[in-house]
């Protein structure tokens, strides 16, 4: 059943990536850091969220998507270079939720949580694309 539940929050972790892989880090990190939450002993691997070089890092990414968010165009030049590092930065994610507990099953779930993420931000990417071709 444990590793259900940890299998859970890799892969929510993954689909918030897919949307914003910066603002899932950032808020992580921050409520890792100021003790919003507390790990559980098999999430102690996401305590290197809460590191502050972490945070200031992803916190400066985020507002630099926000930004680039509102201009129409840069977003979805934003977004296609986002398709290859959300994924990653998604499954990366998941497998630091493990806490490496088997080399077989980080690579499931890196492959598993790439998906995800990838699925997530094509949704994303889709609808912006739409977006920025209508009237």
Same mark, same amino acid.
């Not at 088997?102 to 690579?107: K, S, T």
């Given at each position: 059943?444990? +590793?259900?539940?940890? @299998?859970?929050?890799?892969?929510? $972790?993954?689909?918030?990536?897919?949307?914003?892989?910066? $603002?899932? +880090?950032?808020?992580?990190?921050?409520?890792?850091?100021?003790?919003?939450?507390?790990?559980?002993? =098999?999430?102690?691997? @996401?305590?290197?969220? /809460?590191?502050?070089?972490? !945070? &200031?890092? *992803?916190?400066?990414? #985020?507002? @630099?998507?926000?930004? +680039?968010?509102? !201009?129409?165009?840069?977003?979805?030049?934003?977004?296609? &270079?986002?398709?290859?590092?959300?994924?990653?930065?998604?499954?990366?994610?998941? !497998? =630091?939720?493990?806490?490496?507990? =088997?080399?077989?099953?980080?690579? &499931?779930?890196?492959?598993?949580?790439?998906?995800?993420? #990838?699925?997530?931000? *094509?949704?994303?990417? /889709?609808?912006?694309?739409?977006?920025? =071709?209508?009237?």
């Amino acid at each position: 059943m444990e +590793v259900l539940q940890t @299998l859970a929050v890799a892969l929510g $972790l993954a689909a918030l990536s897919g949307y914003s892989l910066y $603002l899932t +880090v950032f808020l992580t990190g921050l409520a890792i850091h100021f003790d919003w939450i507390h790990l559980a002993p =098999q999430y102690a691997s @996401l305590s290197v969220l /809460g590191e502050p070089t972490i !945070i &200031i890092i *992803s916190g400066v990414l #985020f507002v @630099l998507e926000f930004f +680039v968010d509102k !201009i129409p165009w840069l977003d979805s030049i934003w977004d296609a &270079i986002h398709t290859i590092i959300r994924p990653v930065g998604g499954a990366l994610l998941a !497998i =630091q939720t493990l806490g490496h507990p =088997q080399p077989a099953f980080d690579v &499931i779930v890196a492959l598993l949580a790439g998906a995800v993420t #990838f699925t997530a931000h *094509s949704v994303k990417t /889709g609808t912006r694309l739409m977006v920025n =071709q209508s009237p």
